[in-house]
């Protein structure tokens, strides 16, 4: 695979001078995942996003990759059966590197929304659609094994189940590079003013160019309804919005499991151990007016805190970052938490085929079904393995490395991890921390700035390194150092 090469002028005159089959606006995981897909089909691809890849809600989700437990109870057996195949291709074929399996808790109390029989026999059949060993009832000395800080005053039983975790805003930007190395033309900080049958004004670095394309597909997740409205100045709201909020604090280092906390009949929150950290979430709210305006509330964070402390004994209340994304349902009438998380297709008045909803796990079968829409044929649907996916037993690295950090970097980067750090060679300052306290190098951000499209310093902070999970200022990294900073090209993610 070429490698992408990190031009904004050149990516600018391209996507004036050429004609494309399918441009593709919004650089989300939906976007990019249908922008990889299409390359590796045999189309020319240009991709747009008007802030950065990864910029909203695919670097704002739980970090799961998984069947959704509770979509059983909803009785969507089908999207269960797809989400664990997808994260089967994910975790063996696509990136290894990146999603990992991750056994999850499910703790009964006395008193709680669910009869523990209802429990183990849905655990039990959502094992047998993971083609998983790993379920059923286990002891409280067990449980308390993997999870230390869990509760044990009336706790009734455990059952325990196995999904997968991953960095969603790395998985996105594997999926930008996957598919600029295969010629697509990508550029982020470029927003479409105007739609039609022929194609799109594109908007970046004070210039605007008129971007050619057979087909367009808009794939802009929470602003999906903008941008049809860009197309056609009466298209009616065809979405609602779902804020879902997190908070990262200390602990979860020595534990062996996730927990699922069950908090009503239809909904559960988590407790994730994720890059060093606790991730504890999410709330799943109305939201009702622009995107933009989504934001972190003390309220949000109080009733994380307060769902966390059901299941977890001494919950740390030193918050070190927060963020919330906007789930993109089906519009229509009911509480969110009981939408049901499927993917809607739309065709406008000039051809531009609209995506909205789904789920991270299922990206990749979305992205094959936007082809499929657009009329592409002889689709190969089978598992490409993304950059860095293969390789990952062989890496030889050109500088000395102690085991933690390049754990982390073949986590990260997988087999490309040794050219992240290749400038070090000749630079031993790159292989400074970027923070104190966290893996992260100076190295990753020189990559970041030359390979992966960043730009501002929050796109090397929230989207390709795992600094912000510190909640310290950097040299290199600005933010407040207390969690509370945003991005104004990111609404919909706080770190």
Known sequence: MDEPAVDRVAALEQLAAREFDLLVIGGGIVGAGIAEAATANGLTVALVDRSDFASATSSASSKLVHGG??????????????AHQERR???NVVAPHLV????????????????????????????????????????????????????????????????????DGRLTIENVRAAAGRGAVVLNYAEVT?????????RADGETVRVRARSIVNATGPWVDHLRRLEDGSARPSIRLSKGVHVVVDGGEDWGAAVTIPQSKVRVSFAIP??????LGTTDTLHEGPPEEAAVTDEDVATILAEASVALHDVPTDVRASFCG???????????????????????????????G?????????????????????????????????GLAHVRWPVELDAPTRSHLLHLYGSLAAEVVAPAAGDPSLLEPLVPGRPDLRAQELYARTHEWAVTDADVRRRRTTVWLDGSPSPSVVGSGDGSEIDAADPAARS
């Not at 993971?130 to 005053?153: H, K, M, W």
């Not at 789930?327 to 969110?336: I, K, Q, W």
């Not at 297709?345 to 051809?351: A, Q």
């Not at 689709?379 to 490409?384: E, I, T, V």
């Open 69 to 82: 437990l509770r979509y059983l109870q909803m009785g969507d057996v089908r999207l269960v059966r797809e």
């Open 89 to 91: 291709y994910l975790m």
């Open 100 to 167: 990992g399996r991750l056994p999850f808790l499910f703790p009964l109390y006395d008193g709680g929304p669910h009869r523990p029989i209802v429990v183990r026999t849905g655990v039990l059949l959502y094992s047998a659609l993971a083609r998983a060993r790993l379920n059923g009832r286990i002891s409280e000395t067990r449980a308390v094994g993997l999870v230390p800080s869990l509760r044990t005053d009336r706790l009734h039983s455990s059952a325990l189940y196995a999904d997968a975790r991953t960095n």
């Open 194 to 202: 105007a739609v039609d049958e022929h194609g799109a004004d594109v």
């Open 274 to 279: 994720w890059e060093g950290k606790l991730l």
């Open 326 to 356: 906007l789930r993109v349902l089906p519009g229509g009438p009911g509480a969110t938490a009981n939408a049901r998380r499927e993917t809607v297709y739309s065709r406008g008045p000039t051809g531009m085929l609209s995506v909205a």
């Open 358 to 390: 789904g789920k991270l796990t299922t990206y990749r079968r979305i992205a094959l079904d936007a082809l499929d829409a657009l009329g592409v044929r002889n689709l190969d649907r089978r598992p490409r393995p993304l950059p860095g996916a293969n």
